[in-house]
Structures are given as structure tokens and as C-alpha cells.
């Protein structure tokens, strides 16, 4: 069954704590992406890697780290330096930046 | 920078009725335009996209337009139902380059 995972669907932590955030694809994607989704406003790209061993920052990297040693898997690491990472975030692949992107179901990450 | 506004944010149709969600971007050089549909507590999914060189394309019940002149493009849903509720958002980009979403339209179909 092919698709794009993410884990875990709801995730807590403390202020202060990083969280690293799961994505992994079976599609053979080269490309994957990581967004933000807050209320009222549209999807904003953190991060985003169109091959193995390389990535670029999106409109807001700012307290967020990746990276991406294997095709399928490219997680995200939310650092204490985010100011407010309290969100609803999704993962995103396709099969090149040309062609269209499937997400994942996302992880609602809440910071105490 | 590039930008996409959506309107309308909010959206109520009676069942049957046609919906029409519009978009506009602000860099002239965007070439692919796809449209997503996400339902609550879940991940957007494509539901249709259009190119450039393309005017208009329908799928059954949904159809784009774009008018690269004004820089604008819509989504029409025809004889809605209570199971096209969710978030719609549009989306432009380049040839090669990253999408850039509008902020959204919440439809609901009311039976």
C-alpha cells in the first residue's frame, strides 16, 4: 500500500524541548516537503529537499532543522529556538518539483 | 514577493447549488496552479490542476479556469453535496519552483 506516513498524529511537549516529527514515503519521491498549517492561514514552507543529502530552506526555517540520508524519509526537527511551534504540520512528496505533491495525514504538534 | 489571495474565506451553498472559489497571484511567471481539497484533521488532496497553456479543465463535477492576462484563476463545483464540505486551497508556482498557497476557503453544503 503506497502513501506518504506521518508520526505520530498528536504530539505533546514541554516548552523548551525539541520534538523531531516522522515522514516517510514508499512513492519513490525524490522531492519532499514540510509545511506549517495554522488557523486562517494557508500552508507555509519550512523546509524542503528535492533530492538525497540536500534540502533548502522555505519562507519560515527559523527554529526548525532537517534532514534527508535516505530518499524515503525526511523528518523535522522543531528546536526550542521556534518561538511559537504550537501547529498542525504536514509532510509532502512528489515524484519531481514539477509534478504534484501528495501529503501525509500531518501531526498536531502542541507545546506546553 | 509571490502571493496568492483567496477569496471567499468562508463559503454556504445549499446542496445543488455551484460553488465558485477564486484565486489571484501576483507573479506572472507561475505556470502550474493546482487546486486541494482538505477535510477535517487530514492532509490536503489534489482534486484538480491546470497548466498555463491551458485555458479550462473539467472533471466531472469540478472545473478551473485561468485567465493568465488577469492573473487570476477559479474553481467552479457544480451540483454540490453535503461531501464536497471541507477547506479548499489554491496554489501557484514556476516551472521548477516551490507552490505558494492561498489561505484557504471553508465551503459548506448545507442539505
Known amino acids: 500500500d503506497g502513501g506518504i506516513t506521518q508520526s505520530p498524529k498528536y504530539l505533546f511537549r514541554k516548552e523548551g524541548q525539541n520534538v523531531t516529527l516522522s515522514c516517510e514515503q514508499n512513492?519513490?519521491?525524490?522531492?519532499m516537503y514540510w509545511y506549517r498549517q495554522d488557523p486562517g492561514q494557508g500552508l507555509r514552507l519550512i523546509y524542503y529537499?528535492?533530492?538525497?543529502?540536500?534540502?533548502q530552506k522555505g519562507d519560515i526555517a527559523e527554529g526548525y532543522s532537517v534532514s534527508r540520508e535516505k530518499k524515503e524519509s525526511f523528518p523535522l526537527t522543531v528546536t526550542s529556538a521556534q518561538k511559537n511551534p504550537t501547529a498542525f504540520y504536514l509532510c509532502?512528496?512528489?515524484?519531481?518539483?514539477?509534478?504534484?505533491?501528495?501529503f501525509g495525514p500531518g501531526t498536531r504538534l502542541t507545546v506546553l | 514577493g509571490e502571493n496568492v489571495e483567496q477569496h471567499p474565506s468562508t463559503l454556504s451553498v445549499q446542496e445543488g447549488d455551484s460553488a465558485v472559489i477564486k484565486c489571484t497571484y501576483s507573479?506572472?511567471?507561475?505556470?502550474?496552479f493546482p487546486w486541494y481539497k482538505q477535510e477535517l484533521g487530514k492532509g490536503p488532496q489534489l482534486i484538480i490542476d491546470?497548466?498555463?497553456?491551458?485555458g479550462e479543465k473539467k472533471d466531472q463535477r469540478i472545473a478551473v479556469t485561468l485567465n493568465k492576462t488577469a492573473k487570476h484563476f477559479s474553481l467552479h463545483i457544480t451540483e454540490t453535496q453535503p461531501e464536497d464540505s471541507a477547506v479548499y486551497f489554491c496554489?501557484?508556482?514556476?516551472?521548477?519552483?516551490?507552490?505558494?498557497f492561498g489561505t484557504g476557503t471553508r465551503l459548506q453544503v448545507f442539505p
Open positions: 507573479d506572472s511567471a507561475s505556470n502550474y
Open positions: 496554489a501557484a508556482s514556476r516551472h521548477t519552483d516551490k507552490l505558494i
Open positions: 509532502a512528496s512528489s515524484i519531481d518539483p514539477r509534478r504534484e505533491q501528495f
Open positions: 491546470i497548466r498555463s497553456n491551458v
Open positions: 512513492l519513490n519521491h525524490d522531492a
Open positions: 529537499s528535492q533530492i538525497v543529502n540536500d534540502f
